[in-house]
């Protein structure tokens, strides 16, 4: 990104059309700076993007962990479930309750399952088992139960 678009408002989806993902292993910080800004644009669809775009990043910070905990609030937002995986594959303490919160609700989305097995947390079994019996995923649920499980077994304490 050069200093002219720095200078003219833009939509994510426009910038994101132009990103060489190949290049999306680490970013500079102005491209964070500029995504973290994103995720609290008004539009769903940038805000959408710029979440999966920093969940996808290998760069981590506390600036980046704050915007990503302030998706991850909303309700019912694909961001939400994309900020609480991204949280849980960081291993951020505060995605356990964010992924217990959204295993709660009735109906539960893919990401929020993979969240529960990337945390492999015993206290999720039990909110697995809820919608084990669902047509939906079953197979990732199952698969996410058995690594909380295999880590409650491990004896690791949990939060």
């Known amino acids: 990104m050069d200093k002219e678009d720095d200078q003219r408002p833009y939509y994510a989806n426009a910038y994101f059309l ?21 995720t609290r644009s008004r539009l769903p669809a940038d805000r959408d993007w710029a979440t999966f775009y920093l969940s996808q990043v290998n760069n981590d910070s506390p600036l980046i962990r704050k915007a990503l905990v302030e998706v991850a609030q909303e309700v019912h937002t694909d961001a939400a479930a994309e900020a609480r995986l991204a949280l849980a594959k960081r291993k951020d303490p505060r995605a ?30 039990h909110l697995l088992r809820r919608h084990a019996d669902s047509d939906f995923e079953p197979d990732l649920i199952n698969q996410a139960i058995v690594a909380c499980r295999t880590r409650n077994r491990a004896g690791e304490e949990f939060d």
Do not use: P, T, Y
């Open 18 to 38: 132009r990103w060489d993902w190949s290049s999306m292993v680490s970013l500079h910080f102005h491209e964070l700076r500029q995504m973290i800004r994103l």
């Open 96 to 125: 356990l309750g964010l992924v217990r919160k959204a295993l709660s609700q009735r109906s539960i989305g893919i990401l929020d399952i993979r969240a529960a097995g990337e945390l492999a947390h015993g206290s999720l079994i």
